[in-house]
């Protein structure tokens, strides 16, 4: 069982950065692949990006590609979604998610475990 708690969403302006992170309990979180997923209002649930367990391979969708930077830190049972150039477009609820067999996808239903959302807000 892993437990997900975002965390460092708010309001910025379209243009700024942010950092969104994940903190996850259990002492197996090396093992789980690590995705973000966001929810915009009136829109599906989609994919942004994803970190193999030993954070040696990314995956990103093509929206965010060159302005977000997945990482993580095992050490401190922690994912980090770091996002520049925001825009508008940007703004949703954020959900990191865990990946049990450890390999990265883009495909929600893959997930395991799932935190709560953080909530992003990029200003025109």
């Known amino acids: 069982q892993v437990q997900l708690v975002e965390s460092g969403g708010g309001l910025v302006q379209a243009g700024g950065s942010l950092r969104v992170s994940c903190a996850a309990s259990?002492?197996?979180?090396?093992?789980?692949?690590m995705g973000w997923f966001r929810r915009a209002p009136g829109k599906e649930r989609e994919f942004v990006a994803a970190i193999s367990r030993a954070g040696i391979f990314t995956y990103y969708a093509d929206s965010v590609k060159g302005r977000f930077a997945i990482s993580r830190d095992n050490a401190k049972n922690t994912v980090y979604l770091q996002m520049n150039s925001l825009k508008p477009e940007d703004t949703a609820v954020y959900y990191c998610a865990a990946k049990s067999d450890g390999y990265i996808s883009a495909r929600s239903m893959e997930y395991d475990y799932w935190g709560q959302g953080t909530q992003v807000t990029v200003s025109s």
């Open positions: 259990g002492r197996t979180f090396s093992t789980y692949a």
